[in-house]
């Protein structure tokens, strides 16, 4: 009997025993065979998955640069915090924000017996996330000002660990960092010294985050356009007023308090409409006794990713609330809010592919392919070292707009970076979310298929990437505010800039391995000048371009002034490595006529085919 004919013989054996329950003539030798055969179905390798590191001391870039950035002694002062949070942030915050992932918040609205109740629940993990930010300062570092001016760049730098870790508790913190910003640029803390405070405190138990309450049902940027709510003042005290509106998009709708905008109404009740009419109010969501304050909440949006925060639609039905700014002054007290916002924007943008390459760079020394292991195959370790390139530049950018910032908050910022911030805020925000989501998707393609396996954590990442080109401001809406910062000062951020860019290529074109790309950069800054100065009607269609070749532009410098001071050859090939792409899209695009197409040309080519007689108007209705 041949081999093939013993084994299908056993095969018809064990069938039959298993089907009659004879087991009594089952030999040993064939309990044996067979199991073999049964454990060869399954196999004996397992992947081993990617291990964390601590997020401070695997980052020498973020290091280096901050060694060159701050004085030894407050380097000193806060390393030892930072080795210990990045550690942190590795093992048990991070086991939090996975437990936020799995445990989504939902909506009790009402009791089995109909009685309201309208109580968002969230999971113990994002309670916890709570305290662990206000017992690390997430907030109160920046405010504390124990390092002056540095203090701002030390709260990002803990940010930028604790955003991928924090189960999207960074967004509360964004918003909660964004009213405190408020209250302190707006000279309100002698009336508001009490919420300011608790805002800004290390205690978890007085500690409260703040929602942004301002997109109501006409939804986008056009806050002018869009508010709808209105306030009517309460007799016998001028700056306490109930208000009635709609909410559309209120994040952190289980906050303490809330920042919103509203219109005043007249005895007549008539509002003034446009920016003019806009009024900035306070809330407490909840009164003495624990009940919403005039509130429902309506529903929980059902949202592609950020689903871990609670987003609700709420109905603000005779809520009482505290008028901060002064009438038709909402506008303008939101600027600075924005700063602060979009600034947490880009910590997250450049977190996010931070924490992926990491993950990345592990799992390419363990994983094995055609005879050895990912990291020494040239094509994906050229891939990586393209995406740190990229991270390594949006990790200066946000370092560069954080410092600025802290010398803002001490109000000792010189002209020349007031201006570049300004200028360079919106370019970095749409600029790092453009890029995170991109990035987050090729990190993904460095696990395989288990970079879309929902148990490995993974493609979490790139569903909630995808908000941050969204939040704040669309791509296009900030690149129209690239703009608006040029012309609101008269072209000073531009002659700023360009200031800049020529005094770091001077500088450093004394070092050898540099002076290439400092020719090249400085050649390429004149000419996106040039095109400004020539081509002025066509910066609007060129916005997004445009402000692509800024960022570029800047980050190069940054890149280069670094390199030149740390004299470091790993970040004078970051350098070469930044440079190794179109600097100037809008220019590159101009050559090519791409904007001298007319505007009818182009509503033709998107337009073809659409009938608006044929539109089936029920299509996204649910």
Not at 156 to 183: E, H, Q, R
Not at 251 to 261: E, G, N, Q, R
Not at 473 to 484: A, E
């Amino acid at each position: 009997m041949n081999f093939y004919r013993l084994r299908t013989s056993s095969l018809t054996c064990l069938r039959h025993n298993l089907r009659f329950g004879n087991f009594r003539n089952y030999s040993k030798a064939n309990y044996t065979a067979t199991s073999k055969f049964s454990q060869s179905k399954v196999g004996d390798f397992t992947q081993d998955s990617p291990h964390h590191e601590n997020a401070f001391l695997s980052d020498q870039f973020l290091i280096r640069n901050m060694q060159r950035i701050m004085p030894t002694e407050i380097f000193t002062a806060i390393k030892s915090d930072l080795v210990r949070f990045g550690n942190r942030v590795s093992s048990d915050i991070w086991k939090l924000g996975q437990e936020c992932a799995v445990n989504e918040p939902y909506l009790h609205k009402t009791s089995a017996w109909g009685k309201k109740v309208d109580e968002i629940v969230t999971c113990n993990a994002w309670k916890q996330q709570k305290r662990i930010s206000a017992e690390e300062g997430l907030v109160a570092i920046a405010y504390e000002r124990e390092f002056l001016e540095f203090s701002r760049l030390y709260q990002v730098i803990k940010l930028f660990m604790y955003s991928p870790s924090s189960g999207l508790y960074s967004c509360p913190l964004a918003m909660t960092d964004g009213a405190a910003k408020t209250f302190e640029a707006n000279d309100l803390l002698p009336s508001y010294q009490n919420v300011f405070s608790h805002l800004t405190t290390r205690d978890p138990e007085k500690f409260w985050t703040s929602g942004q309450w301002m997109t109501e049902k006409r939804g986008g940027s056009d806050v002018a356009k869009g508010t709808e709510t209105i306030a009517i003042p309460v007799s016998g005290d001028k700056n306490l007023y109930s208000l009635y509106g709609y909410k559309w998009f209120s994040s952190a709708t289980d906050s303490d308090i809330a920042l919103t905008l509203g219109r005043v109404a007249d005895s007549k009740g008539s509002v003034v409409p446009g920016t003019d009419g806009i009024t900035m109010f306070l809330i407490k969501t909840r009164n003495d006794d624990g009940k919403l304050n005039g509130i429902e909440v309506m529903k929980l949006k059902n949202k592609l990713g950020t689903r871990q925060l609670p987003t609700g639609e709420l109905l603000i039905d005779g809520a009482l609330a505290e008028k901060i700014s002064d009438p038709g002054r909402g506008i303008s007290c939101i600027s600075s809010m924005l700063k602060i916002t979009r600034l947490h924007n880009v910590i997250s943008s450049v977190a996010g592919p931070r924490k992926l390459i990491n993950l990345a760079r592990d799992y390419a020394r363990r994983r094995e392919a055609f005879g050895q292991v990912i990291a020494n195959h040239p094509l994906h370790l050229k891939t990586l070292a393209k995406m740190e390139a990229e991270t390594r530049g949006c990790t200066a950018l946000m370092l560069d707009l954080a410092l600025k910032l802290g010398l803002e908050d001490c109000r000792s910022i010189p002209d020349e970076d007031a201006l570049l911030l300004r200028l360079m805020m919106p370019v970095a925000k749409m600029y790092t979310a453009k890029r995170s989501v991109e990035l987050v998707s090729e990190g993904l393609e460095c696990f395989g298929g288990q970079g879309y396996i929902e148990d490995t954590g993974l493609p979490g990442f790139l569903r909630d990437a995808q908000v941050l080109p969204i939040w704040e401001g669309t791509s296009s809406v900030m690149s129209l505010d690239v703009l608006r910062a040029i012309h609101k000062t008269n072209g000073e951020a531009l002659v700023a800039l360009q200031s800049y860019v020529s005094r770091v290529t001077k500088n450093a074109s004394q070092n050898t391995k540099l002076r290439d790309s400092c020719t090249q950069l400085e050649s390429f800054s004149h000419s996106l000048f040039d095109f400004v100065a020539r081509e002025p009607s066509k910066v609007q269609i060129a916005a997004r371009d445009f402000a692509y070749s800024l960022a570029h532009i800047y980050i190069a410098s940054l890149l280069v002034e670094h390199a030149c001071k740390s004299g470091d050859e790993i970040d004078v090939f970051t350098v070469r490595s930044w440079m190794q792409r179109d600097i100037v899209p809008v220019v590159t695009q101009n050559r090519q006529g791409s904007y001298d197409v007319d505007i009818s040309a182009y509503k033709a080519f998107v337009y073809e085919g659409y009938d608006e007689e044929n539109l089936i108007a029920s299509t996204f209705i649910r």
